[in-house]
């Protein structure tokens, strides 16, 4: 059984910092790139940031360049996104998901995890 599962999620005032993970199990990845979406409240969801699990390549939306790191741990299966300078407008439910062919399908979804971000 394959499961993507969030943590670090949480409360933060403007200007902190969160590390989100995502720990992989139940296949291997080799062959996938793996992302960060979000969703803020009432709106819809958005892609942030994504990794590709083997040769590391990123990839960022234009709102979290130079603010937001995504990166990997191979021995861990774990993804990390490092968030800088939070802004009140990062306040949403950010998810980990996983894909063999495109964003436009996503093969696996984690839970998400809830980042609030204080003025």
């Known amino acids: 059984q394959v499961q993507l599962v969030e943590s670090g999620g949480g409360l933060v005032q403007a200007g902190g910092s969160l590390r989100l993970s995502c720990a992989a199990s139940?296949?291997?990845?080799?062959?996938?790139?793996m992302g960060w979406f979000r969703q803020p409240p009432g709106k819809e969801r958005e892609f942030v940031a994504s990794?590709?699990?083997?040769?590391?390549?990123?990839s960022y939306a234009d709102f979290v360049k130079g603010r937001f790191t995504i990166s990997k741990d191979n021995a861990k299966n774990t993804v990390y996104l490092q968030m800088n300078s939070l802004k009140p407008l990062d306040t949403a439910v950010y998810y980990c998901?996983?894909?063999?062919?495109?964003?436009?399908?996503?093969?696996?979804w984690g839970q998400g995890t809830q980042v609030t971000v204080s003025s």
């Open positions: 998901a996983a894909t063999t062919t495109g964003w436009s399908i996503v093969d696996y």
């Open positions: 139940g296949r291997t990845f080799g062959r996938y790139a």
């Open positions: 990794i590709r699990w083997t040769g590391g390549t990123t």
